[in-house]
Every structure is written in C-alpha cells, then in structure tokens.
C-alpha cells in the first residue's frame, strides 16, 4: 500500500474548506459551498481505512494508539480556538449567551457539538446561527463520533474477510446507511442534517476507495476524468442551495466526485493543475485550522454589526488564513512530535486534561447564570424587552391547538374587560405583535378589543397557502382552515370595528405560493383574497381598519439587538433601517391597498411607523427600548410595542376614537 504523499488530496482539502468559507462569508455565487464539509468527510474516510487497513494487515494495529494519533492531529488548534473565542465571548456575550456559548464548549469538547446543534439550535441554513460562534464544530463531532465504531468494525473485517470482498461489503453498508439517511431526510431535515448515522455513508464512501482494484489508463484520459469530476463538484456548490434536499441522495453528487478523483489519483500520480499548485497544496495543509478559525470571526463581525460587504468578506478570508497559518505553523507542527510519546499520556495531557478544564469553567458559567454583574442594569432592561414575546405573554389567543375553533373571547381581551365587544383583530403573528400597542389605546378609549390571531395566516377567505419546504411546496392547511372559521364567525356575528393587520411581505416573495384555483400570480390572488376579506368585514362592522406593518431589517442587516450591543461593546453603530427600502418592500401591497381605497373610500389605515420613520430612515428603538424581538428581523417584541402604542398616544392621539 503506497502511502506516499498526494498533494491532489491537500488541493481537494484547498476547495473544500474555501467553499464552506465562501459560502458561509455569504458569496450567492456558491450557494452549495456547504457540500465542502463532505468533501472532507470523504477525504477523512479514505486516508484513515487505508492507515488503519494497513496497520491491521501488519498486526500493529492500536485502538489506543489510533486516539492518540486523533489527540495528535486534531486536539493543539481545536483547543486553541476554543480558548480564544471563550475569552472573546466572555467580553461581548450578555449572560444567557454566555451561559449557551459554553454549554456549545461542553458538548465540543465532548466531540458532540453535533449533538448540541441538533437539539438546541436546529435549521442549519437559519438566520439564528450567525450568533453561534461553535456551529461548524459539528462536523468535527460527526467524524469523532464515526471513528468510535469505525476502527474496531474494519479490524473485524480485515481479520475474517477476504480482501477481495470487502467493497461488496462496504458497498452494502454505504446503500443501507444512504437508504437510512434518505429516510431520516423526509422525517426531519433540520435534525438529520447534523446526524453521524446520517452522514456516515459518506465516511464509508472514502473507504470504499482503498478496497477498490487501480485502474491504468493514459494519462490524458486519466486527466480529463479528473476535471470532469472536478467540475461536477464545482456544479454542485454552484448549484446547490438551503432548498436543496440534503444530505441523503443528493449527497452522493459531491462525495462520489472527490471518491473518484481519490481513486484516479490512486493509479497515477499525474498531477492536476488545479489541485497540485503550490498554492491549494498550501491551502490544503492549513485547511483544518482554517477550518477551525473562519467562522468565529464571521460571527464576531456579526457581533459587532459589520455587514458582509465585499471589503470585509475579503478581511475574513484574509484573517481567517493568517490564524491558520500561525496555528499551524506555531501550534500544529511544534505538537507532532508527541506522536511518539506514550498513548496514554498523550490522551491524557492532550485531551482529557484540557476537557476537563473546559467541561468546569462551563459549569462554573452555568452555575453562576453568565455572571450576570458584568454589565449595568440598562443592558438588562433592554435584553428583558428583546426577549418579551407577544405570543408567549398572549398563547391562549394565537395558535390556539384546533385552527377552527377561535380563541375563548374571555381569555383574548385588549383594553378593558367590559361586558361588550368594540373591535375584533385578525390576522397573523405581526398582528399578534402589535396587542400590546392596540392594548395602550383601547384602555385611553376605554374600549374591548378580541384578539383572534395565528401565525402565518393574514385574513384572505377563499385562499390556499404554500410555503417552500426545499424544492417542494409544502400546503399550510391551518391558514385556510382558520380563515374559514373567521369568515363563519363573521356571517352570524357584527363587530363596532375589525381590524386586519399581518405580515404583508412574504406573500409577495418567493418563499410563499398563494392557491385560489382560478388566478396564478401571487399578487392577483392576495389581491383577490384581500378584497374579499374588506367586502366580509364591512358587512359584518360599521369600520374596517388596516394596520400598517412595521419594517423589517434583514435587507439592511441591521440586528434588533442593534443599541444593546452598542452599550455592549461601546460602539456608534446606526440602529436605523432605510424608508426606501421598507416602501420598496411594501410597494406591491401598496398597491393593493390603494386600489382597494377606491372600492372602499372609509377604509381607515393606521400607520404605527409614524412614530419612528421620517423620510430618510426609521428607528427600531423607542426611548431607549428596542423594538424588535431578539434575533428577529420582522416581529416587534411587547415592550416595544407597548411603547410604540404610548408615543403614537403623545404625538398623534388614539386613532380608535376617530
């Protein structure tokens, strides 16, 4: 077995680490940059069979010395970053982060970070996880968890099979794990994605190879098959996305394209200009640490509300391999030589000794709750309002368990608990989010309002929503369920006054399809549904009102956290977000809008945002209170809205009294 050094294989480590750093930087170019982490699985499988296969044959084959060699290879950088990116998070992180970043430390540390992310953090591809700085350690803890089965099952094979049969057997593992993996897949997506049994066909796919009979063939076919499949891999991270079903099937597109290009190089050493420059060679032996490194400074660039600009995707890119290169060269080399110590040491020095370190310093975190005297009481009082949810304070008025039944009026009251019923609100989760407001003005007007609000279903009878779920779309049936029962309520029940508010974006997106068997555009349906619903409202009130949405901040990527981190981290960023871009994202419901003015001249529409905008921005603070929820773009929290209801009261009166 020829062990001699490939730089083909560090040049396939070279891409796959920059499609993950290119894709995570936010590069739209490789949406699939994501499939770099199998790339590396790939690579991973094949390099530790062929080691341990040989080991084996030769009878000098170690469980202990294997870990000890993993301790070696992988522990030095690992802990390395981990110790700097505690201390940075312990600068910047409010208590409840800091008790969670160290919690994600433990699991780490454990080779479980995986584990951590599937249960605590969920859809890899959300806005959520640009505030996880350990994310991408999840990869880490697949590989780890593999290589606990993996060594002693290829020494059983080794030992009873005859070489000859082992690709049968290894081909059988790979379509039964992959079948395993596809089913996994249509169960829940979010969690498979993080899964070791999932992904563990991909491992088995690098071993595959070293069992597999060379090839001899001219060298210019040899290099042709090379690109062909080099240029599949690129045609995945191209074409790829967050929509894409993956891992499972869709998976063996990247991994079998580096399997082969491993196997071809296996026959030959002639090399690929693309993977044998000097330069991917350079990349490839730094590729773990840059692994390592990169995406903690994207969060911190997050953090500190640096926009991934093309100015500052260049500084990650550049500091990213500048670490890597010291850890490297400072870290990594000088610790390769205790490969030759005793295994036991190793492990216990190299590993278990800092493990513990790091599992007491997060108990200590935990125990003392983020130690939270670190700040003043102002960053407190605006974290409490961040995290102030309108559909936790009101759960028995929004997204009640039956979609049909509405919510018992007794439990969904707005202002004063008087005998009669002055308005009805309907409408989504943004509505939902504007009670505390319409709570303000009810009391002011000593009026009653009824809440009847649940998530993702703005009132449009006769209408069908579908949201994208990868490249399917998946049929909402409480929308149209609950819009029918709000419809039969309507015909047997006359409010004083309805009110409609919700989240008009999305319907005008590429995220939500809208059915009504007769229209095909989004926008002649909504429009279609929208008229509809003032045309049943009016005949069942004596005033129809349309609440105004609020804006929302992830065009101009500005966190709701925005004044909390600036007192933080004692910055000046601009928490404001642009009026161009919030009209912009308005316009089509706008327009709706305005024609439906023309059917129905007393239509009275309440803007809320005239508390914060001006011409040029709007604030997504109040009095020193945010407006938004914590890691939301689109909804605002109770606090804010509450305050928002208080300063529209000062500058503009109670617009229910009119």
Not at 182 to 204: C, D, G, I, W
Request: with cysteine; aromatic share 12%; proline share 5%.
């Amino acid at each position: 077995m020829n062990f001699s050094y490939r730089a083909d294989i560090d040049g396939l480590r070279a891409i796959a680490v920059l499609l993950v750093i290119f894709n995570h930087i936010g590069l739209s170019f490789f949406s699939g940059g994501y499939i770099g982490v199998d790339v590396f699985f790939v690579i991973s499988g094949y390099l530790i069979t062929i080691i341990l296969t040989h080991e084996i044959q030769s009878k000098r084959f170690s469980v202990a010395r294997f870990y000890k060699k993993r301790v070696v290879r992988l522990a030095p950088a690992y802990f390395t970053v981990l110790s700097v990116v505690s201390v940075i998070a312990w600068q910047v992180m409010l208590p409840g982060e800091l008790t969670q970043y160290f919690d994600s430390v433990m699991y780490a540390t454990l080779l479980m970070a995986n584990i951590y992310m599937r249960n605590e953090v969920g859809d890899y591809f959300s806005q959520s996880v640009e505030g996880i700085p350990l994310l991408h350690l999840w990869s880490l803890g697949v590989e780890e968890q593999f290589y606990i089965f993996w060594p002693l099952l290829l020494w059983l094979f080794v030992r009873k099979v005859p070489r000859k049969y082992m690709w049968a057997i290894l081909t059988t593992l790979i379509v039964t794990l992959l079948v395993y993996a596809q089913h996994k897949l249509t169960q829940n997506a979010e969690q498979a994605y993080y899964s070791m049994p999932v992904r563990a066909f991909e491992l088995l796919i690098g071993a595959l190879i070293g069992f597999l009979p060379q090839l001899k063939l001219p060298k210019k076919l040899l290099q042709s098959l090379v690109w062909m499949a080099l240029i599949v891999l690129f045609t995945a991270a191209i074409y790829f996305d967050k929509q894409t079903p993956f891992p499972g099937a869709m998976a063996l597109i990247p991994c079998l394209a580096t399997a082969f290009i491993i196997y071809l190089g296996q026959s030959s050493r002639s090399s690929n200009v693309l993977l044998s420059n000097r330069l991917s060679t350079w990349i490839g032996r730094i590729s773990y640490p840059l692994y390592l490194w990169h995406w903690p400074i994207i969060v911190l660039f997050g953090i500190y509300m640096q926009p991934l600009n093309a100015e500052n995707q260049a500084v990650i890119v550049l500091l990213s391999i500048i670490l890597a290169f010291l850890t490297y060269k400072f870290v990594e080399k000088p610790t390769k030589r205790f490969v030759m110590a005793a295994n036991y040491k190793v492990i216990i020095i190299g590993f278990l000794v800092p493990a513990m370190i790091f599992i007491t310093l997060a108990k200590t975190i935990n125990i003392n709750k983020g130690f939270p005297d670190r700040f003043p009481e102002s960053v407190y009082n605006k974290q409490k309002a961040l995290n102030s949810f309108a559909h936790i304070i009101r759960n028995k008025c929004m997204d009640i368990e039956d979609p049909e039944a509405l919510p018992d009026p007794n439990d969904c009251v707005l202002g004063n608990a008087k005998p009669e019923i002055d308005f009805l609100l309907i409408g989504d989760s943004h509505a939902n989010a504007y009670t505390a407001m319409l709570d303000v003005w009810a009391k002011d007007a000593n009026l009653r309002g009824y809440d009847v609000t649940q998530s993702s279903t703005f009132y449009l009878p006769g209408v069908q929503r579908l949201d994208a779920n990868f490249n399917d779309w998946e049929e909402l049936s409480e929308f149209k369920l609950r819009n029918d029962a709000i419809t039969a309520h309507l015909a047997k029940t006359h409010y004083p006054v309805i009110i409609l508010a919700g989240s008009y974006v999305p319907y005008f997106g590429p995220e939500v399809k809208l059915e009504d068997g007769i229209h095909h555009s989004n926008e002649e349906i909504f429009k279609t549904g929208f008229m509809k619903a003032l045309k049943i409202a009016y005949q069942s009130s004596d005033q129809v009102v349309l609440l105004n949405d609020v804006p929302r901040l992830d065009r101009d990527g500005v966190p709701a956290d925005c004044n909390l981190r600036n007192e933080i981290l004692n910055t000046h960023a601009q928490c404001t977000v642009s009026r161009q871009n919030y009209e912009q994202q308005l316009l089509k419901f706008n327009r709706i809008v305005a024609e439906a003015k023309l059917k129905y001249p007393d239509l009275k529409i309440i803007d809320p945002t005239k508390v914060i905008c001006n011409q040029q921005v709007c604030r997504i603070s109040i009095d020193d209170v945010p407006l938004y929820r914590n890691k939301d773009t689109n909804h605002i929290n109770n606090q804010g809205s509450r305050q928002l209801g208080i300063e529209y009261l000062k500058h503009y009166g109670n617009p229910l009294k009119d």
